[in-house]
């Protein structure tokens, strides 16, 4: 925040921070600080937003790409077909349309993030799966026709031939 | 545990924090010597798991809501309480209703042609073990009791790692697990950032962490050192392998003849371990010559046989 300040950033402040003795923050509002300025670089723990502009929803996709992938992502709006283009074409752990965090309290739904913002997730089947091991068993018939067959060592004569044969695209 | 260790694991000083890696990892040895004596667990003992945590949270959802309001300087219980406590709530629910349609295993269909000659596959979801869980400040009891529902749904332990920037929460949460699970199954530990790497540190079977990227980078790196799956599944094998029948020749048969015309370039990558059931002092000589051979070759292998000897004779002499 004192970076932003410092660079003339709007900041917009519901209360006097100094006025608060204890642990809680004020909100506050930045708007529109310059890609190279801090709060933009670093992860933000507090409430604080971060407003910027946008004429074509493409420039806020191919922006949204620049970064690592977010946690979630909160669309508003009702363009069906933006909300889709938005799904289509960015990454993000969940998503919420119309309102924030509700995914996560989604208890059928998986929970978790992707590359930077995670890996794995926990809530409903998903979950299950997460925290299980798939162990795949394998239980052989009692007759083994292999080494009638000659596909054990030592292999017959035609077994180079017949594995070439079935080495087909179909 | 978790009552009488957790008060003493708040202390900022170097000392306590020795003892709290050390009784961490008696905590973990403790739970992990309970999982392999007991790792097959019913739908109904993952259910009466779930109804304890759940049963913590209607006794205690009061005096969580009045921590986090402390810790907070102000949060509303209100709020607490749905977020923290029902939420955490709906989970352990929705997976106490809902697993006995995950847990079954599945059957898969054998390749051609063993698809032909009554070979039978399937995939069967076992619980991994025993589960670190690593919570947030912001949602102090959600992050550790709605990923504790899927943990103990598919049939795992777990020791919990509340933050320590929800420092009365993290307390009422040690106090109530003391109470109501026994340790053994869910434990709480508390301490301070330095605690918590010790905890990224331990060997688990599965690590969650919920918190910042950063954060999030150095418990990877913490827990690379341990995820690796091999020292769980040594023990576990060995544990298994000890309990097989087999005939010792036919088991050396199942390893050699695959292996043969591929020494040099294969074999070598792996090294395997072989249990045999030893019936007899003869048998018990032989394995002893033909390990010699065999232990070259490691980690994680399960042999049972039933492949018929005059196989095993073609192979052995090579």
């Given at each position: 925040?004192?970076d932003?300040?410092?660079r ?11 006025a608060?003795p204890d642990?809680?923050l ?13 709060i933009m ?9 971060i407003i ?9 996709i191919a922006?949204?790409?620049r970064?690592?992938n977010?946690?979630a ?22 998503v919420?349309i ?13 929970f978790?993030?992707?590359?930077a ?9 998903e ?6 091991h798939a162990k ?8 083994d026709?292999r080494?009638e ?15 070439a044969?079935q080495?087909?695209p179909? | ?40 667990i019913s ?27 402390a ?7 209100g709020?607490?309480?749905?977020n923290?406590?029902l ?20 059957s ?27 919570g ?36 009422t949460?040690?106090?109530l ?18 605690v918590?790497?010790q905890f990224?540190a ?5 690590l969650?962490?919920?918190?910042s ?5 150095k ?8 995820l ?5 599944n040594?023990?576990a094998?060995?544990?298994q392998?000890?309990?097989?029948k087999?005939i010792?020749?036919s088991i050396?048969?199942?390893?050699f ?6 020494a040099?370039?294969y074999?070598s ?6 249990f ?9 000589i032989?394995?002893?010559t033909?390990s010699?051979?065999i ?18 004779m073609?192979v052995?002499?090579?």
């Amino acid at each position: 925040m004192d970076d932003a300040k410092k660079r003339g950033v709007t900041v917009i402040s519901s209360h006097d921070v100094l006025a608060i003795p204890d642990r809680r923050l004020p909100l506050q509002l930045v708007i529109c600080p310059d890609d190279d300025a801090a709060i933009m670089q670093e992860e933000i723990f507090g409430p604080v937003l971060i407003i910027r502009t946008y004429q074509q929803i493409d420039a806020v996709i191919a922006d949204i790409n620049r970064r690592s992938n977010p946690l979630a992502l909160y669309y508003l709006g009702t363009d069906v077909a933006e909300q889709q283009q938005v799904l289509n074409q960015t990454r993000s752990g969940g998503v919420t349309i119309n309102d924030a965090l509700m995914h996560a309290a989604m208890h059928d739904a998986p929970f978790g993030g992707t590359g930077a913002s995670g890996m794995g997730h926990y809530h409903g089947r998903e979950g299950f799966l997460q925290f299980s091991h798939a162990k795949t068993v394998f239980t052989v018939p009692a007759h083994d026709p292999r080494a009638e067959w000659g596909m054990l060592p030592p292999f017959y004569d035609g077994f180079d031939a017949m594995m070439a044969s079935q080495v087909v695209p179909d | 545990m978790s009552a009488s260790v957790s008060p003493s694991l708040t202390e900022p000083s170097a000392t306590s924090s020795v003892d709290a890696n050390s009784a961490l990892s008696a905590l973990l040895h403790r739970q992990q010597q309970a999982h392999l004596a007991h790792m097959q667990i019913s739908v109904n003992e993952r259910r009466e798991r779930l109804q304890q945590v759940i049963a913590l949270l209607v006794e205690g959802h009061q005096s969580l809501a009045a921590a986090m309001e402390a810790d907070f300087d102000g949060r509303s219980k209100g709020f607490s309480l749905m977020n923290d406590v029902l939420g955490s709530m709906a989970s352990l629910k929705h997976v106490r209703d809902n697993l006995i349609h995950w847990v079954p295993e599945q059957s898969r269909t054998p390749f051609a042609p063993y698809d032909q000659l009554g070979a039978d596959a399937k995939v069967i979801y076992q619980p991994k073990g025993v589960v670190g869980i690593m919570g947030t400040w912001n949602a102090p009891v959600f992050t550790l009791l709605s990923p504790l529902a899927c943990v103990l749904g598919a049939g795992n332990r777990a020791i919990l790692k509340p933050s320590e920037l929800a420092p009365r929460t993290a307390e009422t949460l040690a106090e109530l697990f003391a109470r109501f699970v026994d340790p053994a199954l869910v434990a709480v530990i508390n301490g301070d950032a330095r605690v918590g790497a010790q905890f990224a540190a331990q060997p688990f079977d599965h690590l969650v962490f919920t918190g910042s990227t950063a954060v999030g980078r150095k418990v990877m790196a913490a827990a690379s050192a341990n995820l690796t799956p091999s020292r769980w599944n040594w023990a576990a094998s060995r544990r298994q392998l000890l309990v097989a029948k087999g005939i010792w020749m036919s088991i050396v048969a199942v390893w050699f003849w695959p292996r043969r015309p591929m020494a040099g370039n294969y074999v070598s990558a792996q090294t395997f371990f072989m249990f045999l059931r030893i019936t007899s002092r003869r048998l018990s000589i032989a394995f002893a010559t033909i390990s010699g051979n065999i232990i070259l070759l490691s980690p994680v292998i399960l042999i049972m046989s039933r492949l018929s000897i005059n196989i095993t004779m073609s192979v052995f002499v090579a």
